[in-house]
């Protein structure tokens, strides 16, 4: 039996409440499908477009299980323009529905797919919300440990909504509550922390700081700074911190001096590693140009700035 739930039926009631018209499919995870819903008032169209995330209530296996509890549990306390907003979540007949904030233009890895690589002003901007997220997460004790291009949604107007707190764990003491979590479950391969490798090392919210330059990497050049055909290869490049930037014949798009300082600065030891405030105190986002809006188009072309 798979462990995605069925489609919706065309109308899903919210007991004691509001109902949704469900519309197409926005994407599928490692256990959750997500739909495009519309917001009903008396059985009439109110314009107001969510995001329905659809899990089994019956979720199996249990690790899995747990994994939708934590990020509940997280998720539905944060209020941030740069985190998908948490409207609701609910029962309706075999499923659980959470009801997200719309992300209507895809993932950061979505945009990637379709322009390989980005401009400097659009990672500037990208990073900035980013980093702002970040911020009121760690000032709230949680750390997000799969911050990752895929995490990183966006709305209709281009601004970043960082999603999947799945992973996402409340430190207590500057340690995780739930150390046994801790060691079964970690991110993606190649957006791990150096620390998070070494048995036996805790490790704290400096796991997102380092997430934070491998995803500034990324949007320049395309794909991961520790890129290889293993895990195991990928575990002894980032622990080495073997990584290098694409020969300039190569590539597109010109990378800034400035943003590989800050990817330097970021892919070090965790005690090294600026935070949030720090990172957009850096160089590469000072006398530059940031976009304050963008457009849609962006999506399939590079804008042009000038
Ligand atoms: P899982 O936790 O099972 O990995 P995700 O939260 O990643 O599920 O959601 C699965 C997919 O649904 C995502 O890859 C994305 O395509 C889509 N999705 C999730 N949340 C939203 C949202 N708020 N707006 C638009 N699409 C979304």
């Not at 299980?65 to 740069?82: D, G, R, Y």
């Not at 004790?141 to 601004?159: Q, S």
């Not at 949007?219 to 300039?248: C, M, N, Q, T």
Request: aromatic fraction near 8%.
């Amino acid at each position: 039996m798979s462990v995605h739930a069925e489609p919706p039926p065309p109308v899903v009631v919210e007991p004691h409440g509001i109902k949704y018209a469900t519309g197409d499919q926005l994407g599928k995870g490692g256990f959750a499908i997500c739909h495009r819903a519309e917001m009903l008032e008396r059985e009439k169209s109110t314009g107001h477009m969510v995001a329905l995330k659809i899990v089994k209530t019956k979720m199996e296996p249990a690790k899995l299980a747990q994994k939708f509890v934590t990020e509940l549990q997280i998720h539905s306390k944060l209020a941030h323009p740069n985190i998908v907003a948490f409207h609701r979540a609910f029962s309706f007949e075999a499923n659980t529905y959470v009801v997200l904030e719309l992300c209507s233009s895809g993932s950061l890895a979505d945009l990637l797919k379709r322009r390989k690589n980005l401009t400097m002003p659009e990672i500037r901007r990208f990073i900035i919300q980013v980093s702002g997220a970040v911020k009121y997460l760690h000032a709230r004790n949680i750390v997000h440990r799969d911050l990752k291009t895929g995490n990183l949604f966006l709305d209709e107007h281009m601004n970043v909504k960082v999603g999947d707190f799945g992973l996402a764990a409340l430190l207590v003491s500057g340690k995780e509550m739930d150390a046994k979590r801790r060691t079964t479950m970690c991110g993606t391969p190649n957006y791990l922390a150096p620390e998070i490798l070494e048995k036996g090392k805790g490790h704290n919210e400096k796991v997102d700081l380092w997430a934070i330059g491998i995803i500034s990497y990324t949007l320049a050049v395309g794909k991961a700074p520790f890129h290889a055909a293993s895990k195991e290869e990928i575990y002894k490049k980032l622990k080495a911190g073997d990584y290098s930037w694409p020969e300039l014949s190569s590539i597109t798009n010109e990378i800034s001096a400035d943003l590989r300082d800050l990817v330097a600065s970021l892919l070090v030891t965790e005690e090294l590693r600026p935070c949030p405030d720090k990172i957009v105190a850096h160089p590469f986002f000072k006398i530059a140009f940031v976009p304050t809006r963008m457009s849609r188009s962006q999506i399939t072309k590079a804008p042009q700035w000038n």
